[in-house]
């Protein structure tokens, strides 16, 4: 094969580009721009921007930002690697990349002093003369062809996902995906449409020979370095479009396609899942979990894949409850990433300079952040992800569309803003929810830290000042969107830290959970908020029937008597009928649903009797009223805030 004369791009040994010598002394990112990088340009070094070209070898396979090539079977201009005569390297096990990617690593790590004298050495020796060790070697990527890529069980699970791909008549039609997740929409629209025009007839006239052909395919391409630093959307997309097709995309796009024919059915509420729904989701369940493994096979990881790693444990936790340790490990392996990948501390820049990876980075950074103060009171575990070590600020609130706009577009969006960074525009967009949520879930870890504590770390005064801290923040958005759930728990978790800490209770805890009968507004949400929401309401009002208080002092507010706590108990009972058995959660929801109908039935029918003194209400009311704090356990913390079952053709 004829030897390339385009001069080969040094690479690191994760497989990405290496930095100019300037980024790569601050342990910044750097765009790879040539002659000289964004950062370079805005610190004014324009001189001192040097690659470190002819310091290393590249073995790796072309461009890492390439174009999709068009849709043909073979391509005589598309660039290949060169192939060595004595075989491609073996990827039955995992390949070089992932073994040799270091990932982020932060000031107190061990290159950090070698990097200190790495800076002497440039100062004495001169740019020019320094080579780092580190980018000496570089990871072999499979080489294109190779019959050796696929082991037997990438192979299998490569066959699977491909065989459950759409035809192309039905691959187009995608659900609408909204809530948290509004960027990823316009990244599905291009990919469906860009692997039916490139790979149709794959998916057409379908066979196992045909299938593996593609899987090496997608295996080449997913090993290939992928940057999540590229500001330009065309260039950033054009990693995974056409003939670039990865298997973090595909895994992505089970998000979306539509498995179960007859889902209209579930448009209404109904308790239980339908045969169609359970078939739907169990082909969604495998591509997605097969996907992530296969990436683990490949590469070292980017925005792509943790997202597909993030929806992952989403699925897990409507299969097996969100605190099995299935879903424990997954949620781990989310925020390991999300470090690895340095999410957690992205630079506060001037936000009219925003770009499309950065503003994603900003918006996976808190979903993850939020997803971990969410589901740490569930288990009463400590959360594996703090604020206290991260200084990724929040994303703009700007449409998921304009971030893949052009410059000139995204930067008026972004002048628009108001000073804090919301849309003055009235409207709901997926990052005004992420801003929402993250704010809070500030507020939530603060609170979790002196509710998980092992000794006293606050006073009675701390609590107040997170009350109305919580307060002021929820006034900010509170006449934007709904995430009054998240905001009631707070304040549950707030009023019933000031309960343990001797402060008084003036009847705030009561009152904060007696909104039960509005769960019928919500009928395509009802199971996630009955589960999420009613049932530690529940608990509450339980507390009340056993131990009550309003005989000696009325509530303040007079919606709130004894009647209406039954009537709300009973309405609760209702609902939870309606959960199924067999649901993850089936068994949690039974058991409150016993205990609750055990609190009336002594309530209703018990003889009369002297009421007693009320008592302050420790944390943990388990022991109380056998009531089960992991009930909680049963909030589906990442559920869309809209239907699945609306759909639209893209």
Known sequence: MEEQTRPAEPRRPNGRLVACDPCRKRKLACDHTRPVCGRCKKRRQNGECVYPFGRSRNLGLGSPLPSPAPSTQHSSTRPGPRQSSEGSPNLESDVQGPNAGLGYLGPTSYCSVIGDAENSLLLLQGPENATSQSESFVSQAPVEGSRDILSAGVREMCLTVLNNVPDPSKGTFLRVKQGNDGWIHPVAVRVARSLYETYGEYFVNRSDERFEELARKFCVNTSRPFSDDEPDPERWANQFLGENMRWELLGLMSIFWDFAPDRKKMMIWMGKRSAEFDRGFSIARDNLRYCLEICKKFTIGNAMMLYLAQRCTVVDSMTVGDAHMIVWRSHAEVISLTTFLGFHVVEETDRRETTLTQEIKKRMY?????????????????????????RTPLPLDVKADVLFSDRDTLRKAVERLDERGWNLDGEIYASTRIRARAILAVI???ILEIALSNRPVATVETLLDLRARELQAIEIFATRLMIQLEHLQNLFFIERLLLRYGHSDNGDLLETWTDIDRLGD???????????????GGGILCLELLKPTLHIRPHRDPRITRSSIIQKLSLLVGYLNW?????PNGHLCNDAKSVIQRVLDQTLNAAPSVHESPSVIDWDFSTQVDFDFDLLDTFDWNRPDFPLSQQSNQ
Not at 522 to 536: H, K, R, T
């Open 366 to 390: 808190h979903h993850v952040y939020t997803m971990s103060m969410v589901i740490t009171p569930f288990t009463g575990r400590p959360p594996l992800l703090s604020k206290k070590f991260a």
């Open 444 to 446: 939530r870890e603060e």
């Open 522 to 536: 919500f009928s395509n949400d009802c199971e996630w908020l009955v589960m999420g929401y009613a049932v530690p």
């Open 579 to 583: 959960v199924s058995p067999s649901g």
